[in-house]
C-alpha cells in the first residue's frame, strides 16, 4: 500500500430544489397572489404541491358552513399528499395567505419520484411522519392547554423555530381571527393576549410581526 493517504470522498447533502428542477419532471411552477385558491374542499385529488417560497393556508367547512384551519405551512412544505394513498376528492381547501410560488407535482410522477429517488422517498416520509406528529400535538393542544398557551405555540410553529428552512422569527401575515380559528378562541381573546406579549417583549409589530424564542417561557410555564 502506498504511502499516500486517499482522499475520503464526502457525499454531498440531498438537494431538494434540485432534484424537482432537474431534467424533464413533470410537474410546473406556479406564482400565487395573496388570497388565491390553489385547490377547494371537493375539488379532485390529483395533485402534490411543494412551496418553495411563501405560505399555504389549510382550512376545513362543515356542513353548517363553519371554517376551521387546519394547518398553516411555509417553505419547504409539501401538501394534498392524500391523493397518495387514494384520496380522491379534497377534504379541505388550500389558499395562499402571502404572494407564493409552488410545484405542482401529478401524482403519477410523484409516485415515480417516490421509486425512482431514495433520497427523495426518505425526505418525504420525514414530512409525513412529521406532519402526523404535529396532528396529535395539536389535538394534546387543543385538549389540555390554556387558549394562551395555545397561541404561543402556534406563533412559534408559524415563526418556524426549530427549523431549518426559512428565517426564524418572521411570521407571514396572518389576521387575528384566522389565529382565533387555529386555536379555537375568539378575535378578542386573541387580541388581549398578543398586547400582552407585546408588552412583555415576547412578540413585535413593526409592519410586520416578530416573534422572540423567550415567547417560549409561556408554553413551558405551568
Known amino acids: ?50 412551496i418553495q417560497r411563501g405560505g399555504v ?21 409539501f401538501f394534498g399528499e392524500g391523493c397518495l394513498a387514494g384520496q380522491r376528492l379534497r377534504m379541505g381547501s388550500a389558499v395562499a395567505i402571502v404572494p407564493t410560488t409552488l410545484y405542482r407535482i401529478p401524482k403519477a410522477e410523484m409516485m415515480r419520484m417516490v421509486h425512482e429517488q431514495p433520497e427523495f422517498s426518505d425526505h418525504f416520509i420525514s414530512h409525513v411522519l412529521a406532519r402526523s406528529i404535529r396532528v396529535e400535538e395539536d389535538l394534546i393542544d387543543q385538549l389540555f392547554n390554556s387558549s394562551e398557551k395555545r397561541l404561543a405555540r402556534t406563533l412559534l ?3 418556524r423555530y426549530g427549523r431549518d428552512t426559512s428565517p426564524a422569527g418572521l411570521l407571514p ?28 417583549g415576547l412578540i413585535e409589530y413593526n409592519g410586520t410581526l416578530t416573534v422572540h424564542p423567550s415567547l417560549l417561557s409561556v408554553v413551558l410555564h405551568e
Open 173 to 200: 401575515r396572518i389576521s387575528q381571527e384566522t389565529l382565533a380559528e387555529m386555536i379555537g378562541s375568539t378575535r378578542s381573546r386573541v387580541n388581549f393576549f398578543m398586547n400582552k406579549f407585546r408588552k412583555l
Open 157 to 159: 410553529l408559524l415563526a
Open 1 to 50: 500500500m502506498s504511502g499516500r493517504l486517499r482522499k475520503r470522498t464526502i457525499p454531498k447533502p440531498f438537494d431538494l430544489h434540485l432534484y424537482l428542477t432537474a431534467g424533464r419532471r413533470k410537474r410546473s411552477l406556479e406564482t400565487l397572489s395573496r388570497n388565491q385558491i390553489v385547490f377547494s374542499q371537493g375539488s379532485p385529488a390529483s395533485d402534490v404541491f411543494y
Open 57 to 77: 393556508k389549510l382550512t376545513v367547512v362543515s356542513g353548517t358552513g363553519k371554517e376551521g384551519v387546519v394547518a398553516m405551512l411555509g417553505a419547504g412544505d
